[in-house]
């Protein structure tokens, strides 16, 4: 018999959908309840991982103009290492992983947001990743407009932040077509004003898989 691995869940969502908060809340709720979680993030979690993102979030003029192509392997390259030392060791250990975007931002931000092909991103992240998808992938989804004004309120905008509306537009669009083709998988969250509101969400959306997954150990 196989051995038996942890639980991954991801979180998703465009610019200033509250994930990150959302996702650690969560992380830090099943922490004090007793469960074995880890909470990581892409892109950035690696020694390596730290340097690719200072890369792909970076402000410097030069680097802005990073082509489409390179960009997307540097996201998978942060994830090939982001899976091998931190998820499976992690998943190996039945441990509950909580992950801060992972391979539905790729097609999102790069497939539907760049354009770039979807076959071509499938192959190379199947390459990265092994194969491995979250059990349970929580999209935050939020007005478009409205998201970005959030992210701009720290006055720190990153270059993936910075571009253009209809790119971020179609970013939105490529989440909510990864949902409708994998219902079962991916759940999609409506933002609400309250994060109250939208935490009851979230924590019930998670709470269900693991209720499964305690139960089928």
């Given amino acids: 018999m196989a051995q038996k691995v942890g639980l991954f869940i991801a979180f ?3 610019e200033g ?9 969560v992380y830090l709720e099943l922490q ?8 990581t993030k892409e892109p950035g979690d690696t020694a390596l991982g730290q340097r690719i993102r ?3 979030l970076t402000k410097d003029n030069e680097i802005k103009r990073l082509n489409e192509i390179a960009e997307l392997l540097l996201f998978e390259a942060d994830r090939a290492q982001h899976v091998e030392q931190v998820i499976k060791p992690a998943l190996m250990l039945k441990k509950i992983v909580i992950c801060d975007r992972y391979n539905a931002a790729t097609f999102a931000y790069q497939g539907y947001g760049l354009g770039i092909d979807l076959d071509l991103i499938k192959r190379i992240d ?3 990743t092994g194969g491995l998808s979250p059990d349970l992938t929580v999209i935050m989804d939020v007005d478009v407009k409205t998201g970005l004004e959030r992210a701009g309120h720290t006055g720190l905008m990153d270059r993936m932040e910075k571009r253009e509306l209809e790119f971020h537009q179609k970013v939105r669009k490529g989440y909510l077509d990864l949902a409708e083709r994998s219902p079962e998988n991916i759940k999609v969250i409506e933002v ?3 994060i109250e509101e939208t935490y009851k969400e979230v924590k019930e959306k998670v709470y269900d898989i693991v209720a499964k997954y305690k139960g089928s150990e």
């Fill in 12 to 14: 998703e969502g465009s």
């Fill in 126 to 128: 199947d390459a990265a």
């Fill in 32 to 39: 004090k309840e007793g469960y074995d979680v880890a909470y």
């Fill in 17 to 25: 959908c509250g994930k990150s908060t959302q996702s650690h809340r």
């Fill in 54 to 56: 200072d890369i792909l």
């Fill in 192 to 194: 609400k004003n309250g």
